[in-house]
C-alpha cells in the first residue's frame, strides 16, 4: 500500500515539483538548490539527528529513500525524481502502512520544527 501511495503522490506532485524547479531555475535559485545534494532529507536529519533506519528501495521504477525514527513512529519517504535533491513524498507510520499527515508528523517530531513539508505544499 505505501508503495502504490507514494507513487500516485509522486505521479501527482511530480508537475509541482518541476514548476517549482523551473521557478527556481528562472529566479537564479537553482544552484542553491542543485548543491544541497541532500535536500530535506538532510536538513531532516541535521535538525532531528541520526534516524534509525536510513535507506533506499528502487520502488515503481524510482529511488525512494525511507527515513525512520522507531521511537515517534515517523516513516518519511523521499524521491529524487524530477528534481536534484531529495523531496519528501509520503509520510506513514512506521510500524504499518498508515497514511499520516504533515502536521503530525511535525507533531511527532518537535526538532523539525513545523519544515515537514511534501512536494504537493509547494507553490
Known amino acids: 500500500m505505501k508503495r502504490m501511495l507514494a507513487t500516485a503522490i509522486l505521479v501527482l506532485g511530480a508537475a509541482s ?11 537564479g535559485a ?43 513512529n515517523v516513516e518519511l519517504m523521499y524521491s529524487r525524481q524530477g528534481v536534484p535533491a531529495w523531496v519528501l513524498v509520503g509520510i506513514f507510520k512506521a510500524n504499518g502502512d498508515e497514511n499520516m499527515d504533515k502536521e503530525e508528523a ?11 513539508r511534501t512536494v504537493l505544499d509547494r507553490p
Open 17 to 27: 515539483s518541476d514548476t517549482a524547479l523551473i521557478s527556481a531555475q528562472k529566479s
Open 30 to 72: 537553482a544552484n542553491t538548490r542543485a548543491t544541497a545534494q541532500g535536500g530535506e532529507a538532510a536538513k531532516l536529519i541535521g535538525k532531528c539527528g541520526k534516524p534509525d533506519k536510513d535507506f533506499t528501495k528502487v520502488e515503481g521504477g524510482q529511488s525512494i529513500r525511507h527515513i525512520i525514527y522507531k521511537k515517534q
Open 106 to 116: 511535525n507533531r511527532r517530531l518537535p526538532c523539525a520544527a513545523g519544515s515537514i
